[in-house]
């Protein structure tokens, strides 16, 4: 029996925390027409439930994730192309830094999606034509592509990965205010970047980048056999020419994506 036509095309926006990834999902989200997303923060296990690392809970690594119920809504949003009518988010009540991309470019990366999903272009049987058409879940988390959480891999179409330094982390993350959650406002500990949120990351991705150095080069040999993109020219580079990337990345892929 030929399954149902699939309703939505998944793509994964990944980092460590701060590297920019739900900046840009913002962003992307605004310029594809039908888009949304669907942040892996809202997926955390409740504080009570959260293992414990250096004397600290750990809010940042797979075991504290609801890996099912993340399962079960990309399931859901590839079958419906849409979120679970039950689903609320509390990520998007969290502020970001101010990306100060000029209006301009915004405008500008706007007018080639329209362009390209123009009658007779590549993207228009994508996201405009009926009764073929899509739309787009982007899915921002921190932890997308790691071997602890394989059980999403099959549900991402497309996946997107932002490197970031140390230090730049370190800097953005300290000049955010408490994070927003389901238990309420949450003030991060003393050291807990260090410790839990950079040592997790550096443990899941190391594979990603030659000689197991996060602030190196990516492997391009082994991301190619996941068919993980990565945002070239080192880790940190600012977010107007991330977006321009992501969005010719984005419309190459959902070309693939598409004749798949």
């Known amino acids: 029996m030929t399954p149902p036509p699939r309703k939505a095309i998944t793509i994964g926006i990944s980092g460590a925390s701060s590297s920019g990834k739900t900046t840009l999902s913002w962003l992307l989200r605004d310029i594809f027409p039908y888009t949304f997303i669907l942040h892996e923060d809202d997926f955390f296990k409740g504080d009570d439930s959260l293992p414990i690392k250096d004397g600290m809970k750990d809010g940042?690594?797979?075991?504290a994730l609801k890996v099912p119920e993340l399962v079960a809504a990309l399931e859901y949003i590839r079958e419906d192309g849409s979120l679970p009518p039950d689903f609320k988010s509390?990520?998007?009540?969290?502020?970001?830094?101010?990306?100060?991309?000029?209006a301009s470019t915004i405008a500008s990366l706007k007018a080639k999606v329209v362009a390209w999903t123009a009658p007779n272009q590549p993207g228009h049987q994508i996201l405009a034509a009926a009764p073929s058409k899509v739309n787009i879940c982007?899915?921002?988390?921190?932890?997308?592509?790691?071997?602890t959480i394989s059980a999403i891999h099959p549900l991402?179409?497309?996946?997107?990965?932002?490197?970031?330094?140390?230090?730049?982390?370190?800097?953005?993350?300290?000049?955010?205010?408490?994070?927003v959650t389901k238990d309420g406002l949450w003030h991060e500990p003393e050291g807990y970047f260090e410790k839990i949120v950079w040592g997790?990351?550096?443990?899941?991705?190391?594979?990603?980048?030659?000689?197991?150095?996060?602030?190196?080069?990516?492997?391009?040999e082994v991301l190619k056999g996941r068919a993980v993109k990565v945002m070239s020219g080192g880790s940190d580079v600012d977010m107007e020419i991330t977006l321009n990337w992501?969005?010719?990345?984005?419309?190459?892929?959902?070309?693939?994506?598409?004749?798949?």
């Not at 502020?95 to 100060?100: H, T, W, Y």
């Open 156 to 179: 991402l179409d497309i996946k997107l990965f932002l490197p970031i330094n140390f230090c730049t982390a370190k800097k953005r993350r300290d000049d955010r205010g408490p994070y």
């Open 138 to 147: 982007i899915v921002d988390g921190f932890l997308l592509y790691a071997p």
């Open 90 to 102: 509390h990520e998007d009540q969290n502020l970001v830094g101010d990306c100060q991309i000029p």
């Open 246 to 260: 992501a969005v010719e990345t984005l419309m190459k892929e959902l070309e693939r994506v598409a004749k798949n």
């Open 60 to 63: 940042d690594c797979a075991e």
């Open 200 to 220: 997790n990351y550096v443990r899941e991705h190391t594979w990603m980048f030659k000689g197991g150095d996060v602030e190196r080069e990516p492997d391009d």
